[in-house]
């Protein structure tokens, strides 16, 4: 369950016109490799020629042109799932796939919280093998879950008499996020799904809590407000201003101890997994807009399982008819010419690095 939480900025940008880079470009690891690029490859294509058809049929810069290309992004993420499921199904609890799935949510501007269509395996189940270090799925839910409920906790006290209220409650919103992120993963390098410049606006605004309110007691006759004292005994956070959290412990964003946010870098933690979650048939997979995709999960290959993952960066290549049977069209890493200049396409790099 994630926590219901006020969030200011989104970490990710919403790429509607954008085309998913592959975060594991020469499939290894998979139990089918050249399923798995192939699948990415067509995927691309298609997404290429979808953006055609949007220029054929709409001006640019109309909402029906706009409606189009957001279409085919849309099917562009979602297809990229099918192909992990259908031949790295091995990797599914894997950090690129939880990545994968980011990029989906991402890119069609989606809240993971309320999904019509919950993406398989993501968040990464408790005790899965080959899992990611941190389970990135859980993180990234906090970071962006946004609930109006929230909003007013705080701002509320905003014209009261009691500045110094008004701060405790800042604090204890602003512990609430951080704490259900660190609670989860104190110790890991979060800079590669945007924590760091997520993490960075929480330290800011409540600092900046901190000097505004501290002024205002001062012009009462008070002194400064410390550094989040609230948070010395945190169930008055709960108490008195209704703001849980996820976990047992109450993080002060004004005296985080050394190391915390964590430096570690990712990896998938030791074990295999050497039948597909939902076994070895097939399966439909339905995702927003409109996307249904029937999983043939490739057989097991020992082999292409044990080979080492490389890096996350660079797009797939080849070509070959996609693995899975799709009812999407989605992209091609060409579409900026091939859709014109009007049409600004990026892929999303650096999501996750290591």
């Not at 499939?27 to 294509?45: F, L």
């Not at 949510?105 to 919950?118: N, R, V, Y």
């Amino acid at each position: 369950m994630f926590s219901k939480a006020l969030i200011s900025t989104a970490l990710l940008p919403s790429l509607v016109y954008s085309q998913a880079e592959n975060l594991n470009p020469g499939g290894a690891g998979c139990v089918d490799p050249s399923g798995y690029t192939s699948c990415y490859a067509t995927s691309a294509t298609n997404f290429g020629n979808c953006g055609q058809v949007c220029t054929q049929e709409y001006a640019p810069a109309t909402k029906q042109f706009e409606t189009c290309a957001a279409a085919c992004s849309a099917a562009n993420w979602a297809t990229n799932i099918g192909c992990w499921l259908q031949s790295c199904w091995n990797r599914v609890y894997s950090c690129r796939y939880q990545g994968t799935a980011m990029q989906y949510i991402a890119g069609t501007d989606l809240e993971q919280t309320t999904l019509s269509h919950p993406i398989p395996y993501y968040p990464t189940p408790d005790g899965a093998p080959a899992a990611c270090s941190c389970n990135l799925g859980l993180v990234y839910g906090n970071m962006t879950d946004q609930t109006i409920a929230d909003i007013g906790s705080c701002v509320a006290l905003g014209n009261g008499p009691d500045p110094s209220g008004t701060f405790d409650c800042d604090c204890c919103q602003t512990s609430q996020l951080i704490s259900n992120i660190f609670n989860i993963c104190p110790s890991s390098n979060l800079s590669s799904i945007g924590f760091d410049s997520w993490f960075a606006d929480q330290e800011k605004s409540i600092k900046n809590s901190q000097v505004s309110y501290s002024e205002i007691a001062a012009m009462a006759g008070g002194g400064p407000l410390g550094n989040c004292t609230i948070l010395n005994t945190p169930d008055t956070c709960v108490s008195k201003y209704k703001l849980p959290i996820e976990g047992t412990k109450w993080w002060n964003p004004l005296a985080l101890p050394a190391g915390v946010p964590g430096t570690e870098a990712l990896s998938d933690v030791a074990g295999s997994v050497t039948v597909p979650p939902w076994g070895m048939t097939k399966t439909t997979m339905v995702l927003f807009p409109a996307y249904t995709t029937v999983i043939t999960p490739a057989a097991y290959n020992e082999k292409n399982a044990a080979a080492t993952t490389g890096g996350v960066s660079g797009t797939a290549t080849g070509a070959g008819a996609a693995v899975a049977t799709t009812k999407a069209s989605t992209a091609s890493e060409l579409v900026l010419r091939s859709w014109g200049a009007s049409l600004i396409v990026v892929a999303v790099s650096g999501l996750l690095c290591f």
